[in-house]
């Protein structure tokens, strides 16, 4: 199981930003996805999660009505799209595949938001 | 949402010892249908992702070695490592998974005294 994070990187408050997991070495669409995201010396934090086949999403409180999670199982590939930055959304995001609990993590991706 | 609390925040081991780190749940993560404590472990070192040592509280991933202990039950968990070795340094989180809005604890820092 393999999963590799993408683009992360600097954006500016108010701007965009779109991370992408490809993943590997699993069936990826029986799986639900999730996003994880820890800010510099902090704890963790779920930020998105969907179901294997795409028909549900949840975002938490913090997030909502600003951030879209997707996937495109043909391409193995989980998706966050992130508008409205925030400082606040300054994080290293995890892509994480979910069993219930987490039993795989990618490297994850730092996003930096910051004027 | 169900507040994880762990304790302590941080802690010195000797090389050899036994830390203790615990995890209470604001409410039980018990589902009583199927006996399983809806709880889960993770250790973090510096500058990697966090790993996975246990789920249902107590069932240990391959390959984590049996000086770790998952333990508890209803709404009090343990994690306890035993003959605490260098490598054994991070950050220990635990995690619920028994409501649809997850939660982590706020982790624990291990060091070694």
């Known amino acids: 199981v393999q999963l590799v994070e993408y683009g992360g990187g600097l954006a500016q408050p108010g701007g965009s930003l779109k991370l992408s997991c490809v993943a590997s070495g699993f069936t990826f669409r029986t799986y639900w996805m999730f996003w994880v995201r820890q800010a510099p010396g902090k704890g963790l934090e779920w930020v998105a999660r969907i179901q294997g086949d795409g028909s549900n999403l949840n975002y938490a409180d913090s997030v909502k009505g600003r951030f879209t999670i997707s996937r495109d199982n043909a391409k193995n590939t989980l998706y966050l799209q992130m508008n409205s930055l925030r400082a606040e959304d300054t994080a290293v995001y995890f892509c994480?595949?979910?069993?219930?609990?987490?039993?795989?993590w990618g490297q994850g991706a730092l996003v930096t938001v910051s004027s | 949402d169900i507040v994880l609390t762990q304790s302590p925040e941080s802690l010195a081991v000797s090389l050899g010892e036994r830390a203790t780190i615990n995890c209470k749940s604001s409410q039980s993560i018990l589902y009583t249908s199927n006996n399983k404590n809806y709880l889960a472990w993770y250790q973090q070192k510096a500058g990697q992702p966090p790993k996975l040592l246990f789920s249902?509280?107590?069932t240990r991933e391959s390959g984590v070695p049996d000086r770790f202990n998952g333990s508890g039950s209803g709404t009090d968990f343990t994690l306890t490592i035993s003959n605490l070795q260098a490598e054994d340094v991070a950050v220990y989180y635990c995690?619920?998974?028994?409501?649809?809005?997850?939660?982590f604890g706020q982790g624990t820092r291990l060091e070694i005294k």
């Open positions: 995690h619920q998974y028994y409501t649809g809005v997850i939660t």
């Open positions: 249902w509280a107590s």
């Open positions: 994480v595949r979910s069993n219930y609990y987490f039993d795989y």
